[in-house]
């Protein structure tokens, strides 16, 4: 039986159904929804997304028995309609439009009025006595189908438009007469025959046949490319082409055209939106030509049909449970819709109306929570670039923490600090370092050239919750110079940028920032989501003011707390620093006990914020040599400070450089060679936790062991835990209840998870360097080339933004299988960065981990994806696991 790739619509019955999406695509099903359920719309056929498919993967030729299911379809249509395809007499024009399985407005392309030629330009005219219709008909098919189906620049045509208009002194495509129409025409068809080499086709059924293969040459056009990465739809899917039967809106002021929604699609107001225009073709509406009116306004110029608008809408509305984006014409006062879809919205109309429709018992709690895109929560909590701006764009780079930030560019951390005083500023840097943490801490965003998306320079501005964008190599920095250039452009210190950290765009000048505002409506969404829910969602912070805003943020206790941040701090940065300059033991406890109370502090304030909520604390991981000055005049600054001769310290900055510091002398391996440094750090957490548990306040610290890869790593450093940890409570005369676990990011350590298991009470994946170690790829590095694998389709996802199930995630998977075959209750977590990305929260829910911990302004993200997942399973028949 063969293939069938063309569906009918019209005359109340339709071949498909509103389910069809994937064969049919959004526009087709949704027509073919509306005319089974009786909604006037001009019938035509579609023709299916199988046939895009077949279009691509045999070089660009169409099955063969498309033509004569075409050729059918249009006799029906001729029947149905009552008119002839290239017939004089009763012409039937027709749009043939694309449409994708998923709403992508704009990005593929749409002819109208096919069908005309000269001799139904006659018939038109004597049919509609309305000459001047019949020629801007024409002129506007001419110019669509030259430009959409052989490249034609738009402006090539509206140079010709313009310039008739300004020799005539008009200033209104509606003040042309026919002589000028006629005048255009003719002057197309010379600019066609230039850039073609033939006259402009006359025949019917060619046309059909260039519009049609142009709409499926539009879906692989680079907008509509950009489009579906930015968005994450496949390339795959391919677009249906719709066939459907002209009607028009400019044969006099009882007709018109507009578009709107069922309601507001800005701030999910539940009012009637759109807008329209008496006397026009649908474009008009959009292209700016008019000024529009408020679709209320029809109410006045055409009551009866406003009053059917209303109702037909709301129908819609009701039968898809969902605000429709919609389109219509009205042709002698008879009011045809055009498409309905899903309508596109903000954020916050998002969350508006999913809560409105489930009060008004339309959807389910359930649903609503799916209607909103976890990312999308970005837009309610960072500032956004004003969507009216204009924007001059002169580089992008990797969106690495979302929101704008608009300041003067400066080029080092101290500047940033003092100029912060006088206005805001955005660091730009070649890349950031754990020396820059102050100057990030003041700069409203930060841009740097080099490094990916859990560079330091995204990991630390997404847990600031700044702006940030990285990687842009397009931008050549000079921070001698303090300047930057991109294609031919110099930014100097003191000038204005702006940034967006949401889709990686770095633009010229000050731009308008519109604010973020939360409403009740996200409390009560996301209360749905936490009932829901089987993960519990934590934040990684490293100081009290990022666990306030965790907890702001519905944060369940912190799952990462980086203690290395805290010694970066001006008042206790040259003890460290003296701390690893020491030439024995001795000097280096001196060192590390005037530390101690810093550190000691700190774990207070973090204990304190989450008011019994887990803190878990990462000893300290990074190379020691990170911490010691990068120049000469820095390390003579330091020998003032703590006495020690600058070829001391240079000797030792030069004996603790590696050639691959991060698999080098990090993580556990520096608690095991300076023991002296573990037994500090757990003497400040329990001392910190003995002290507030004299106070009446609950703490439950966890210690984190990072980078182990062998169990006995794992007991070297838990035994000396353990003994320092009873000597405090004895010292104290309290004792607390704390925890011993390790992170999982070496590879072997995931493999031998069931040993390490028998001496650890929790797993923490760090899911940043499993990443790195299981795909062999530098994140500070992968940027140079991630872009290309994903460009070639090497990789869907860039792995360090959204987890690799299939490699690092089968460890992951592994690793709680075996370890819970011997400690069952085992409390497994992630604290990469990947614990705040959808996709792979719910891969966390999947493999049964208990909590996902990620930066604080991604936690209501993360707690959306957690409640989503639960939400995906049971629709999928899979189980919702039960959490240990």
């Known amino acids: 039986m063969a293939t069938k790739y063309v569906y009918f619509f019209g005359a109340g019955k339709a071949d498909g159904k509103g389910t069809m999406k994937d064969l049919l695509g959004g526009k087709g099903a949704g027509l073919a929804e509306m005319t089974n359920a009786g909604v006037p719309v001009p019938a035509g056929f579609t023709i299916t997304t199988d046939v895009c498919r077949y279009y691509y993967a045999n070089k660009q030729k169409l099955p063969k028995e498309l033509e004569g299911q075409q050729r059918a379809a249009m006799e029906k249509l001729q029947k149905v309609m009552q008119k002839g395809f290239g017939d004089p007499k009763s012409p039937l024009l027709v749009s043939v439009r694309s449409g994708a399985k998923f709403s992508m407005p704009g990005m593929m392309d749409t002819i109208l009025n096919l069908g005309i030629n000269e001799a139904v330009v006659e018939g038109l005219t004597k049919l509609t006595s309305n000459e001047r219709f019949a020629w801007d008909a024409y002129r506007r098919f001419m110019q669509m189908y030259g430009n959409v189906v052989e490249g034609i620049e738009k402006s090539d045509f509206e140079h010709i438009l313009e310039g008739q208009k300004n020799r005539r002194n008009i200033k209104l495509d509606v003040e042309l007469t026919v002589a000028d129409l006629k005048e255009i025409v003719s002057n197309y068809k010379k600019l066609f025959e230039k850039h073609v080499g033939q006259p402009f086709p006359q025949d019917p059924w060619k ?17 509509a490319i950009y489009y579906r990465k930015q968005n994450k739809i496949s390339d795959d899917l391919g677009t249906a082409v719709s066939v459907q039967s002209m009607v028009f809106g400019n044969m006099g002021n009882d007709s018109g055209t507009g578009v709107g929604f069922t309601r507001n699609p800005s701030n999910g107001n539940k009012e009637f939106y759109g807008e329209y225009l008496t006397n026009a073709q649908g474009e008009d509406v959009v292209a700016g030509i008019r000024t529009p009116k408020p679709i209320v306004e029809l109410g006045n110029d055409m009551p009866e049909v406003y009053k059917q608008l209303r109702a037909i809408t709301s129908r819609l509305e009701k039968h898809y449970r969902d605000v429709q984006d919609f389109e219509f014409t009205i042709e002698k006062n008879r009011l045809f819709m055009l498409q309905t879809r899903t309508g596109k919205r903000t954020a916050a109309a998002a969350v508006k109306i999913a809560v409105d429709m489930v009060k008004e018992k339309l959807i389910s709690k359930e649903e609503a929570l799916m209607r909103l895109e976890p990312e999308h929560i970005d837009q309610l909590l960072h500032p956004v670039i004003d969507p009216k701006a204009n924007l001059k764009v002169i580089a992008k780079g990797l969106p690495a923490s979302p929101g704008a930030a608009t300041g003067r560019v400066v080029f080092d951390a101290d500047d940033a600090v003092l100029k912060s005083k006088e206005g805001p500023v955005i660091l730009v840097r070649q890349e950031t370092n754990p020396d820059d943490i102050h100057g990030m801490d003041a700069a409203r965003g930060i841009l740097t050239a080099r490094g990916g998306m859990t560079s330091h320079a995204a990991v630390v501005a997404r847990g600031m919750g700044k702006s940030c964008v990285a990687g842009c190599e397009e931008i050549r920095v000079s921070e001698a110079n303090k300047q930057f250039n991109v294609n031919g452009t110099t930014v100097r210190e003191n000038e204005w940028i702006t940034i967006d950290g949401s889709t990686g765009r770095v633009i010229l000048g000050q731009v308008p920032l519109i604010e973020p505002e939360i409403s009740g409506e996200f409390g009560i969404f996301m209360s749905w989501a936490d009932n829901l829910r089987k993960l519990k969602v934590r934040a990684n912070a490293d100081i009290p003011r990022d666990a306030r805003v965790a907890r702001q943020f519905g944060a369940e206790g912190i ?31 001196t060192a590390l006990a005037k530390l101690l109370p810093f550190q000691k502090d700190d774990f207070k304030g973090l204990f304190r914020e989450m008011k019994g909520y887990p803190v878990t604390i990462r000893l300290i991981d990074p190379p020691l040599h990170e911490f010691l000055p990068k120049t000469k005049e820095d390390a003579e600054a330091l020998s003032r400070k703590i006495g020690v001769p600058v070829e001391k310290i240079t000797k030792a900055s030069e004996e603790l450089h590696e050639f691959n510091p991060m698999l080098g002398h990090r993580g556990c391996r520096l608690g095991i060679t300076y023991p002296e440094i573990t037994e500090m750090q757990t003497k400040a957490i329990i001392g910190a936790a003995c002290e507030l548990a004299q106070e009446k306040i609950k703490v439950v610290p966890e210690i984190m062991v990072p980078l182990v890869g062998n169990i006995n790593e794992f007991r070297d450093q838990k035994d000396l835990i353990v003994r320092v940890a009873d000597e405090t409570m004895k010292e104290q005369g309290v004792k607390v209840q704390y925890q011993v676990g390790t992170m999982i990011e070496v590879p072997r350590a995931a493999i031998t998870a069931d040993e390490i ?72 977590g992630i604290c990469g960065e990947h614990g705040g990305d959808p996709a792979s929260v719910k891969f966390c829910h999947r493999i049964d981990l208990n909590y996902v911990s990620c930066s604080p302004y991604r936690v209501p993200i993360a707690r959306l994806s957690a409640a989503q997942a639960v939400i995906e399973g049971k629709s999928k028949g899979g189980s919702t696991y039960s959490q240990k």
Request: glycine share 6%; net charge positive.
């Open 757 to 828: 298991a028998t001496e650890a009470h929790f797993f923490s994946f760090g899911t940043n360097d499993l990443t790195q170690m299981t795909l062999g790829f530098s994140r500070d590095d992968a940027g140079k080339f991630i872009k290309v694998y994903l460009d070639k389709k090497i990789f869907k996802e860039d792995p360090f933004q959204t987890l690799d199930q299939d490699g690092v995630g089968q460890l992951m998977q592994s690793a709680v299988h075996k370890a819970r075959k011997v400690k069952k209750d085992l409390k497994c």
């Open 207 to 223: 046309q059909l046949e260039g519009a049609r293969n142009a709409v499926f040459k539009s879906w692989n056009n680079p907008r």
């Open 559 to 589: 799952g990462l707390c980086r203690t290395e941040h805290m010694f970066f701090a001006e008042d206790r940065l040259p003890f460290m620093q003296e701390m690893i300059v020491a030439q024995d033991v001795d000097a280096r406890k």
